[in-house]
């Protein structure tokens, strides 16, 4: 990573004065802050919950995902309501495995369209549920991420990644493998022994992504010079390549953070594999900024503005220091510097493209590392 003078020397040419500069360094630096050890081999092997995924999916080809989902996702079986999260049969289901009462569950607009699939990625494979009604991804992100209260979503929001999610069908499996290992135990035995296994995580803890299937970023079809439907088509590609890159950056790098330096990076795994290119424009257009320096109420910058915010001018800065960044990584992409071919090519462009900081890309950094990285693959 360049000294924070030359970082700061950047964004003096952004127009940011001492305490903006101030605002964004301490804003976010690389990803990856050390070199990362690559494995022998991409794409890595695939996490333990994969192989319940696999069986959700065989399932769903028979019964429809809908059905085949309500089961080990327990949330399904509740509805959207407040105060829902507070009831005794809901804590009971979600915090302690216990089975949700009989009732009509989680109502969605069209179930029979869910669809369900195990997708490779350079970090292993993971499991994607795609709605393609609005109202469904909305019931889905509610239940599954805001505990099935009615909480607000922003209208640019399409598509999420689920971690850390307890899925008490493997806790049973893992239950039933332990009875009949330690037959006459009982109920106090096992629960002794998930005491103990608690903190293997993955034993028991599921990541998997959720899609919706309108246009990306909320992004018009004939602002990116496409067909309605073909830009619909692509703009699943890149919701599910962009949450794919979050989960290469949580499992290979231990980083899944709200920031806009993850959104580039995943944002760029979208659209050359959505695009067949990166395109700068567009991913301007995706976060507001299509018409700098006038930002676009509602573009998807407002959710990474910070915590605490940016100053108005740190966040003016940051606009233009983003647009210089897009335009590096585009031309970079194009020299053959960032290739998107095998999972290996894929792997070594995520890496090389954590290990800069924004001030990085946006100041002609990434062409020596680029270079690097293609040099490797």
Known sequence: MKPRAWRREVLRAHGADAAQADEILAYGGPLASAAVAEPPAWPLPDEPFVAAWERYAAKAARVGVFDALREPLVQLRFPVAAGQSETEAYR????????????????????????????????????????????????????????????????????????????????????????????????????????????????????????????????????????????????????????????????????????LHDELIADFAGIVSALGRYRADGFARFMGVEDHPRFRPGGRLESYRGDPPLSDGAFAVLRSLLLSAAAGVEEAERAGLLPWGDPADRARTLLALSSLTLEELAGGAIEALGGGAAQNT
């Open 92 to 259: 009971a289901a979600t915090r302690r495995g216990e089975p949700p009462p009989e009732a009509p569950g989680l109502a969605l607009a069209r179930p029979q369209a869910l669809r369900l699939f195990v997708h490779p990625t350079p970090a292993g494979r993971i499991g994607v549920v795609v709605a393609e009604a609005r109202e469904d991804f909305e019931a889905l992100v509610r239940a599954l991420t805001r505990k099935n209260e009615p909480a607000p979503l922003p209208a640019s929001m399409g598509a999420c990644i689920i971690g850390g999610y307890n899925n008490w069908d493997r806790v049973r499996e893992l239950r039933e493998a332990w009875e009949r290992e330690n037959p006459g135990l009982g109920a106090a035995g096992w629960s002794a022994a998930f005491r103990l296994m608690m903190p293997e995580r993955e034993r028991y803890q599921d990541r998997f992504v959720l899609l919706s299937s309108g246009p990306y970023s909320g992004v018009p079809a004939e602002e990116m010079g496409m067909a309605e439907e073909e830009w619909r088509a692509r703009s699943l590609t890149l919701r599910l390549e962009h949450e794919c890159a979050h989960y290469f950056t949580r499992r290979v790098l231990g980083s899944m953070r709200n920031a």
